[in-house]
């Protein structure tokens, strides 16, 4: 998709520290952490947010968890993370790719701001 940050990065046009990728999924660091661990997960294929999820698409989405269930591991956050997805102008959506924040490393208040 043109015009569009998480496809660049997908496409190696635009750096980003990667942490993890495979032919589907990839994560890798937001360039603007709101925590002391703050990444993204993201579908390679030009999903445009949680509202486009359908029957069609829904398998890498699945995948996508299984990797924040990973890297989670992996980064030792035992004692708990976040997992947030903005879908849309009211929920602050600035990227219009499918992504899943992943927040860890502090205490994060319920219900949000
Ligand atoms: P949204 O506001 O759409 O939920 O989240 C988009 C996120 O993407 C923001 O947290 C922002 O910091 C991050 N972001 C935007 N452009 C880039 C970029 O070029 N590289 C990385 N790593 N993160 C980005
Ligand atoms: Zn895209």
């Known amino acids: 998709m043109e015009d569009c940050v998480f496809c660049d990065i997908v496409n ?6 990667v942490l993890y990728e495979n032919e589907r999924v990839m ?7 709101v925590a002391p661990v703050h990444f993204l997960v993201i579908s390679k294929t030009h999903i445009v947010a949680a509202k486009a999820i359908d029957k069609e698409n829904s398998g890498v989405v699945a995948e996508i968890f299984e990797v924040i269930a ?4 992996k980064l030792e ?3 708990g993370f976040r997992v947030v997805t903005n ?4 929920a602050g959506q600035t990227v219009k790719h499918l992504h899943f924040h992943v927040l860890g490393g502090r205490v994060f208040e319920w219900p949000p701001g």
């Open 70 to 73: 990973e890297l989670a591991k």
């Open 27 to 33: 994560a890798f660091y937001d360039l603007v952490s």
């Open 77 to 79: 956050l035992v004692d």
């Open 12 to 17: 190696r046009e635009l750096k980003a520290k």
């Open 87 to 90: 879908s849309g102008k009211l």
